[in-house]
């Protein structure tokens, strides 16, 4: 059973499409988040939920927004795709903030290529 | 606020011999800290974490980190290298009083194993 599982693994879609990548945990976490990874390997944090409530949205450009129809998944949706938004998204949850005894699981991450 | 800095941003070692990893930390309170590893198109994967128990702290395969709070260091060695341990690294900070604020990942280290 996967415990943090994010489709579609790959994205190819062309500039100034709409699409959304997915994010489910089973392991019971009451936080979720988004990270950026870009091509320098770099991991910035996007947003991140608490029990369906948002808690960080970082200066990301509004044409990104999250959606946690219940506490075991967080949805991201992206208009207007542009080539910098090209990137490894990962999806990632935790019992808390700090990430306790367990820190953060993680997804295995979606790579989105916008041409 | 907390921040990592890890030191090298490539490390290149021979398969069998050992490898470390430096990594400096800020903190305004009493950090947890973990290493993170993400092989090649995989997701990250907890390797070891510190939550202010044993300063030494022991991971998966076979490595290890030591949390000197003197020197706000957390350094992540392993005594002999194997050429799966090719991946790149990421060391994490947070702090347990600093609210709603999620892990910070430092930029990663990539290790290279020779063999």
């Known amino acids: 059973d996967t415990a943090v599982s994010q489709t579609p693994k790959y994205l190819v879609t062309q500039m100034g499409n709409d699409k959304s990548i997915k994010c489910e945990q089973n392991l019971g976490h009451d936080t979720m988040y988004w990270y950026k990874q870009d091509s320098k390997k770099f991991l910035k944090i996007m947003f991140s939920?608490?029990?369906?409530?948002?808690?960080i949205n970082e200066t990301v450009p509004n044409r990104f927004s999250p959606k946690s129809p219940d506490k075991a998944h967080l949805n991201l949706h992206i208009n207007s795709l542009e080539l910098g938004d090209s990137a490894v998204y990962f999806c990632?949850?935790?019992?808390?903030?700090?990430?306790?005894?367990?820190?953060?699981?993680f997804g295995s991450g979606t790579r989105l290529t916008v041409v | 606020a907390q921040s990592v800095t890890q030191l090298d941003s490539h490390v290149s070692v021979s398969e069998g011999t050992p490898v470390l990893l430096r990594c400096n930390y800020s903190?305004?309170?009493?950090?947890?800290l973990f290493w993170y590893v993400q092989h090649p198109n995989k997701g990250l994967q907890l390797l070891l974490k510190y939550t202010s128990a044993a300063t030494l702290v022991k991971g998966i395969n076979g490595f290890e980190a030591e949390f000197k709070k003197s020197e706000t260091s957390f350094h992540l060695t392993k005594p002999s290298a194997h050429m799966s341990d090719a991946a790149e690294y990421f060391c994490v900070v947070s702090d347990e009083n600093s609210g709603n604020t999620p892990l910070v990942f430092g930029k990663g280290t990539r290790l290279s194993v020779i063999a």
């Open positions: 939920y608490n029990n369906k409530e948002l808690i």
């Open positions: 903190s305004s309170y009493s950090p947890s």
């Open positions: 990632a949850s935790s019992h808390n903030f700090a990430g306790g005894e367990d820190g953060y699981t």
